[in-house]
């Protein structure tokens, strides 16, 4: 009997025993185990530092529990992963990845196997599972038990995940709330629904972002759970409602399997608004011809105008508003079907090729999962549709199409989605998802995925004034959240009056810089011929010749919800971008050293409201000295 309590304790011993993986440079360790019930286990140090405590791994399946009564076997020995890609949607175009990989297995009674699969490089952790068997019957994944365990000092940053079916015509979720910020981890989220990816933590010396990456069509998309008791999080699956009419909401697939990557960037904020871990992890770009994929900027008349702008002889104007500012696409948004109908868009399209401008068209994604009448309606829902649809499209010149007001994040309506992506490019279609779901790196995977909303955009704004209080705060977020990996259609930069009751608060310079600042494959700006002729010959320049996409990215200073500087790069020139996230005047400082310039100019705000100024830069400081009014910002041009 002694002997077998004394075996006992061995084992028990042996499988507390943590194995070790550390990044390429030794900043950050991450140690996976397996506690006395079987769970398995991992944390994560950086800097020898305590970034996440103990914190659970596994899956439940509908046929067997992946997550407890585990017994560790042998995995594989550290083995060193690279990647190298392009991308023409993103805040780098040519990319490296570089991480250590190790794969631990484990066992149930049953003797099934599931793998995870960890990968750390030196700007964070990732993890998938994977299910090596093979099975002829579809799997039902019911729970996944990871959690992020954080020390109980750990401030949070998260946004609310919206309710399904609440809202305007029952459309949420959405994805457009605001953050909560310098939260205590613990506090509970003020919906049952939870929170949204990317998840924002400081631990210690630390920025911890959470994401997930490689979705596809088996898996529905997940966030964190509303409760985190002792500030450990936990992944959470959609509401049950969440779903394309007669799909389901879990995840499924025949055997084998993977899960999404699950994605921790770690290290200092500049670590958080450079890494590209998003789509690092993202599935390579499927096959095909992707030149019709032409990033570039966009007039819109809705975002000022609203629905009574869809007809004929107001979309003329703003085709002709984009080609006066040398932008690449307008965009005719809702009930252009009715409003204008199919062969006078056929008219615009070719009105618009003349001036070197594509057209880009609104559709309705909506089944029965919301009461949103808006139209075109009920022409995307099967494969047949969307291709008779998009054939149709093509043959009139059309270049991409918005498809908005989704129904969540089921796995049914994940695999509406990438259908929608597919059929799309075949038929050289770019997308814009609103009303949507965060992307999850699909960007580089489906490159016609030019832009996506998932964010409480510049319409919330034109709607009403407390989110026009709250603008340059949100703006002052998004670099370190929802922007820092997937593309972003905020709609940003009103450079002169929204033509309603609502008061932006936010400066002209302010609005300017997020021209910049912000991440979109298509950036839709919300500005009005109109309100462009109240603006300097210099500020409309400067839009005319603004980079269509980036080459690099530097970040410069900031802190989220209070002030950002970032730096992006095109061709020989550097566009610096700053904004001023609080109601009280700043002094901000621009290190122009280390982009050896021969010029520099300054774009930022005048003495008078929405005015600008702006100078050249002394070159021979280094340093350069910005005074930043409330709310303000400014742009700096290096060359």
């Known amino acids: 009997m002694a002997y077998l309590l004394l075996a006992g304790g061995i084992m028990a ?46 899956l439940v399946r509908e046929d067997g529990n992946f997550a407890e009564s585990l017994t560790q076997t042998k995995g594989t020995q550290v083995e060193k992963v690279t990647d190298q890609y392009h991308m023409i949607n993103a805040k780098k175009e040519n990319i490296t990845y570089s991480a250590n990989k190790m794969i631990f297995r484990f066992q149930n009674p049953k003797k099934e196997t599931m793998e995870i699969i960890f990968q750390v490089s030196n700007d964070g952790v990732a993890f998938r599972y994977y299910f090596p068997a093979s099975s002829k019957d579809i799997k039902t994944v019911t729970s996944e038990q990871t959690t992020y365990h954080f020390p109980m000092a750990a401030k949070a940053f998260l946004q609310p995940m919206q309710v399904a079916k609440s809202g305007w015509e029952q459309s949420n979720p959405a994805y457009e709330e605001h953050y909560k910020q310098n939260m205590s981890v613990g506090t509970p989220a003020p919906t049952p629904a939870g929170w949204v990816y990317p998840a924002l933590f400081q631990s210690g010396n630390n920025w911890v972002l959470i994401t997930e990456s490689s979705l596809d069509t ?14 450990e999080y936990s992944v959470g699956f959609p509401d049950p409602r969440e779903i394309f009419t007669g799909g389901g909401t879990l995840p499924i697939s025949r055997l084998p399997f993977y899960s999404p990557w699950r994605i921790i960037t770690i290290g200092n904020l500049k670590t958080i608004a450079e890494s590209t871990l998003g789509t690092d992890l993202a599935k390579p770009a499927i096959k095909g011809d992707f030149s019709f994929v032409k990033p570039g900027k966009s007039s819109w008349s809705w975002i000022m105008s609203k629905d009574d702008s869809i007809v004929y002889s107001e979309q003329i104007r703003y085709i002709d508003f984009a080609a006066d500012m040398k932008w690449q696409y307008c965009l005719v948004d809702a009930a252009w079907d009715q409003k204008i109908g199919y062969d006078k868009t056929k008219e615009l399209a070719s009105y618009a090729a003349s001036k070197n401008v594509g057209l880009l068209l609104w559709y309705n994604s909506s089944g029965d999962w919301n009461t949103v009448k808006y139209t075109p309606k009920g022409k995307l829902l099967t494969h047949e549709d969307r291709m008779k649809e998009f054939s149709r499209l093509k043959e009139m010149g059309i270049k991409g199409v918005k498809i908005d007001f989704f129904g969540g994040d089921g796995q049914s309506v994940i695999n ?33 995925l030019i832009t996506t909303e998932a964010i409480r955009g510049f319409e919330m704004i034109t709607f009403g004034q407390n989110d026009a209080n709250a603008e340059a705060n949100h703006c002052a ?83 989220p919800g209070k002030e950002v500087v970032i730096a992006r790069k095109s061709g020989k020139g550097w566009f610096i971008a700053g904004i001023n996230g609080e109601e009280v005047a700043k002094t901000m400082e621009v290190d122009l050293d280390s982009f050896k310039p021969k010029k520099a100019m300054i774009i930022t705000d005048g003495n008078e409201p929405l005015s600008f100024t702006n100078s050249a830069l002394d070159i021979s400081k280094t340093k350069q000295t910005i005074q930043v009014q409330p709310n303000g910002g400014f742009v700096i041009l290096v060359k």
Request: proline letters at 7%; aromatic letters at 12%; charged letters at 20%.
């Open 218 to 231: 088996n898996y529905c998309a997940t966030r964190l759970k509303t409760d985190s008791p002792d500030g």
């Open 13 to 58: 011993e042996a499988q507390q025993k943590a194995v070790n993986v550390s990044s390429p440079n030794g900043r950050l360790k991450l140690s996976v185990w397996v506690d006395e019930g079987g769970k398995p286990m991992y944390s994560v140090t950086a800097n020898n530092e305590e970034v996440l405590r103990a914190s659970r791994l596994g």
């Open 416 to 448: 509406y989605y990438i259908n929608i992506l597919k059929d799309a490019a075949v038929m050289g279609l770019m997308i814009n998802f609103h009303g949507a779901t965060l992307p999850r790196g699909w960007a580089r995977t489906y490159p016609n």
């Open 477 to 559: 977020m998004l670099p370190f959240t929802r922007n820092a990996f997937d593309p972003m259609d905020f709609t940003p930069m009103n450079l002169y009056k929204i033509p309603t009751r609502v008061k932006r608060k936010t400066t002209s310079a302010f609005e300017l810089a997020l021209s910049v600042l912000f991440l979109s494959g298509i950036q839709h700006f919300a500005e009005s011929p109109s309100g462009m002729t109240h603006v300097p010959d210099y500020v409309k320049e400067f839009l005319q010749y603004l980079p269509t996409h980036w080459e690099d990215v530097r970040f410069l200073s900031g802190f």
